[in-house]
């Protein structure tokens, strides 16, 4: 990632959902304009999202912390982390709230010949306004690596002495107005070493040194509750976790709550398929949907959009449990399923 790549994402407008066709509409279209339609049905479901008031809490949470660390005085500031399952949905969820805050703390900045936002912090000088900073760390990332990431993200230059790099990056920071920097894949943080003491003493530098121009550092990772960087005194006294949810069905509410997700992904999406009735997803599969996906919203959008596809290729326009089993998951997903398939007869002999 680096700051155009960036810079366009957070710009760049979403796929346009296609019209909705009808089955007579669908039947009268030639090979050519079908494969047209599929290719414009995919591209919009790629970007199938669902917001829950769980979700909408941590995003909250995360802008209301971004702005204490902003207003109080230089120094450490308080850190978020979001961990949850691997491929669940949380680099989703914050690139999303991070693309929000990008854009409206870009919005009044001036634009250079590129199109992307500046600043001038001198009579004459001209900088590149980067409010959001966007990495992912490699596996087995120590130090240099870190500090490597961020100044790559800048375009400048990553080779040095370790000291000389933190340097830069704090100086980078600065000359860029960055307010909050995200680290995405933070369990490759190389923490289980002789050196691991120094990895886990720069993540804290690093926010203490962004903490005096008042930005804020927020770390995404996946199964982090009780790793070195949560478990470190003096990062979890400014520590504010947040683990992504999973949704269960053990009762009566939160059976009530599941149904609530599938209606409202379904209401999004039963225009496209003209052939089902009200409450294919929320009514007559939500039992199967949630144990293909275990609760979870990331496997959940997959497994919708990729049934809704399948649905539409062969023509028959509504989601059928034959088109959920052709949907391949994460090798994680698909192990979960079949370890509580295997259970339930378990269960149920006792």
Not at 233 to 241: D, S, T
């Amino acid at each position: 990632m680096d700051a155009r790549i960036w810079h366009n994402y957070c710009t760049a407008p979403p796929p346009p959902e296609p019209p909705p066709l009808s089955v007579k509409q669908w039947n009268q279209l030639s090979d050519g304009e079908r494969a047209r339609h599929i290719e414009q049905l995919a591209s919009w479901l790629g970007h199938l999202y669902v917001q829950t008031p769980e979700l909408t809490g941590i995003t909250d949470a995360m802008t209301a912390m971004v702005g204490t660390n902003t207003q109080s005085p230089p120094g450490a500031k308080d850190i978020g982390l979001l961990t949850g399952k691997n491929t669940v949905g949380k680099s989703t969820l914050m690139k999303k709230w991070a693309k929000r805050n990008y854009r409206d703390w870009t919005r009044s900045a001036e634009l250079d010949r590129r199109g992307r936002p500046v600043w001038y912090p001198t009579l004459g000088t001209e900088a590149d306004l980067n409010p959001v900073v966007w990495i992912n760390l490699p596996p087995g990332a120590m130090i240099k690596e870190v500090d490597a990431e961020i100044l790559e993200f800048f375009g400048l230059p990553a080779e040095g002495v370790r000291r000389k790099l933190t340097n830069s990056v704090v100086r980078a920071a600065e000359q860029h107005r960055v307010r909050v920097l995200v680290v995405d894949d933070t369990q490759f943080l190389k923490t289980n070493w002789k050196g691991g003491r120094d990895v886990l003493d720069h993540v804290k530098h690093i926010n203490t040194e962004l903490g005096e121009i008042g930005a804020s550092v927020i770390l995404i990772g996946a199964d982090l509750e009780n790793s070195d960087l949560v478990t470190d005194p003096q990062i979890a006294g400014r520590l504010k976790m947040f683990r992504f949810p999973r949704y269960t069905i053990d009762d009566l509410d939160e059976q009530r709550v599941w149904q609530q997700i599938l209606r409202d992904i379904e209401n999004t999406l039963l225009a496209h398929l003209p052939a089902a009735e009200p409450g294919v997803l929320f009514l007559k599969l939500a039992g199967e949907l949630w144990h293909r996906t275990q609760g979870f919203l990331g496997d959940l959008t997959k497994l919708i959009s990729g049934a809704t596809l399948a649905a539409t290729l062969d023509g028959s326009h509504t989601i059928e449990l034959r088109h959920l089993n052709a949907v391949a998951l994460s090798k994680r997903a698909e192990l979960e399923h079949n370890a509580q398939a295997q259970s339930a007869p378990q269960r149920r002999a006792r």
